[in-house]
């Protein structure tokens, strides 16, 4: 499976955009690019996915590179409940693989008052 | 909210003993998951089933089984428990088995093994 890099953890002001980055260089044409956050104590939660185009839903908007090798999830007014684990997967049709998502590690958003 | 149940939800068992977990779906999904989490290793799926009596390994099987005999019930169980087995599990469930699909998480089961 095609691997993602994200940052550990990352900082935010409330009502302030956040910008959290994913790289997927090794991403495949058939991928398509899944974003999960996980607030504490809960299991995951979908937010958004991606081909190519930019997606924009009522959580947040993704921001997929031209050459698709690195997407950037946008919450655009951070609250404090946004605070969470993010999760970038990739996710494929190929090889019978296509019924399970692989979770890394994940971004952790802090967000202050 | 997705209707995922997932029972129990905490439970402290002593090494050797069997366990079942629970995971019942009111929403006739297709596709339903075990995953187990732990910290640094983030979440990894044990388990998965593509339907009623059709399963299949994940990373992470050694030392567990699961059943699927209706749509709504997925079981995970650890034949004799382990220390290592200590973990929280997240059910999971998904209508398509496509790369467009997205996953509905249920609450977790806190499982201490002692």
């Known amino acids: 499976d095609a691997k993602t890099t994200q940052p550990n953890s990352m900082e935010s002001n409330e009502e302030e955009p956040v910008h959290l980055p994913c790289n997927h260089s090794?991403?495949?044409?058939?991928?398509?690019i899944h974003w999960y956050r996980q607030l504490p104590s809960q299991g995951p939660e979908y937010v958004i996915h991606?081909?190519?185009s930019n997606v924009n839903n009522r959580m947040a908007s993704l921001a997929i590179a031209e050459d698709r090798k690195s997407s950037t999830l946008i919450l655009h007014r951070a609250t404090l409940r946004d605070a969470a684990v993010y999760y970038c997967?990739?996710?494929?049709?190929?090889?019978?693989?296509?019924?399970?998502?692989?979770f890394g590690k994940g971004t952790l958003l802090t967000v202050n008052p | 909210d997705a209707g995922i149940t997932q029972s129990p939800r905490h439970k402290v068992t002593e090494t050797g003993t069997p366990v079942t977990l629970r995971c019942h779906q009111t929403?006739?999904?297709?596709?339903m998951y075990w995953y187990r989490q732990d910290p640094g290793h983030g979440l990894r799926l044990i388990h998965y089933?593509?339907?009623?009596?059709?399963?299949d390994k994940g990373e992470v099987s050694d030392g567990y089984s699961v059943s699927r005999s209706k749509t709504e019930d997925f079981l995970l169980t650890l034949e004799s428990a382990t220390s290592s087995q200590t973990s929280v599990y997240f059910c999971?469930?998904?209508?398509?088995?496509?790369?467009?699909?997205?996953?509905?998480f249920g609450e977790g089961s806190r499982l201490t093994v002692l």
């Open positions: 997967i990739l996710r494929n049709n190929s090889g019978g693989s296509n019924y399970k998502l692989t």
């Open positions: 929403e006739n999904h297709r596709y």
């Open positions: 991606g081909l190519t």
């Open positions: 089933s593509y339907g009623v009596k059709d399963t």
């Open positions: 090794t991403i495949s044409g058939t991928d398509y």
């Open positions: 999971a469930i998904s209508h398509s088995g496509q790369n467009t699909g997205e996953l509905f």
